[in-house]
T-cell receptor
Framework: NAGVTQTPKFQVLKTGQSMTLQCAQD?????MSWYRQDPGMGLRLIHY???????DQGEVPNGYNVSRSTTEDFPLRLLSAAPSQTSVYFC???????????FGQGTRLTVV | QQPVQSPQAVILREGEDAVINCSSS?????VHWYRQKHGEAPVFLMI?????EQKGHEKISASFNEKKQQSSLYLTASQLSYSGTYFC??????????????FGTGTRLLVSP
């Protein structure tokens, strides 16, 4: 049972490049979320999904897109990378909004 | 609005107790507590619901004061393994929960031998 798997673990991008951060879970969870974590800022919600085909914006959605075509996968797309998007990105999933959430191991992204 | 955690950092000796507070300016429906060790993913501790009872998990327990719009996390007889950063996440909408949590900036806890 792998839980929540994020790839890649590390990535360096040049300003203006695009890329997709992958997130997959094998627990059949309906709820999935993407967070970014910056020093001293805690976890900030980027986008979330409550089921296949249903996504919504969180606190800091600008510059990011998501889609949820299957229950298992919830990729995060950076459209045109900016240095301000340098951060650690976490994907999480949960059975419902009021149950334990499981986090992936994170993707450390640097934009130069 | 982001909940405020206090203290920002605390250093304990093994066996000592600590309290971490999480306060919000909004009415709360649930409070979620997570612990994150350096370089690792956050790990779930517990969820407290409006109208619910105080929760406990081994020597870590928490309370939820709806009137004061705050939650407190109690660490009793701390162990070295308790070191890490503790985050509270709050939600102020009925029927939401994790997918709309706003997390505090964290409390760094260091337990020394």
């Amino acid at each position: 049972n792998a839980g929540v798997t994020q790839t890649p673990k590390f990535q360096v991008l040049k300003t203006g490049q695009s890329m997709t951060l992958q997130c997959a879970q094998d627990m059949n969870h309906e709820y999935m979320s993407w967070y970014r974590q910056d020093p001293g800022m805690g976890l900030r919600l980027i986008h979330y999904s409550v089921g296949a085909g249903i996504t919504d914006q969180g606190e800091v959605p600008n510059g990011y897109n998501v889609s949820r075509s299957t229950t298992e996968d919830f990729p995060l797309r950076l459209l045109s990378a900016a240095p301000s998007q340098t951060s650690v990105y976490f994907c999480a999933s949960s059975y419902s909004g009021l149950t334990e959430a499981f986090f992936g191991q994170g993707t450390r992204l640097t934009v130069v | 609005q982001q909940p405020v955690q206090s203290p920002q950092a605390v250093i304990l000796r093994e066996g000592e107790d600590a309290v971490i507070n999480c306060s919000s300016s909004k009415a709360l429906y649930s409070v979620h507590w997570y612990r994150q060790k350096h370089g690792e993913a956050p790990v779930f501790l517990m969820i407290l619901l409006k109208g619910g009872e105080q929760k406990g998990h081994e020597k870590i327990s928490a309370s939820f004061n709806e009137k004061k719009q705050q939650s407190s996390l109690y660490l009793t007889a701390s162990q070295l393994s308790y070191s890490g950063t503790y985050f509270c996440g709050t939600d102020s909408e009925m029927n939401t929960g994790f997918q709309k949590l706003v997390f505090g900036t964290g409390t760094r806890l260091l337990v020394s031998p």
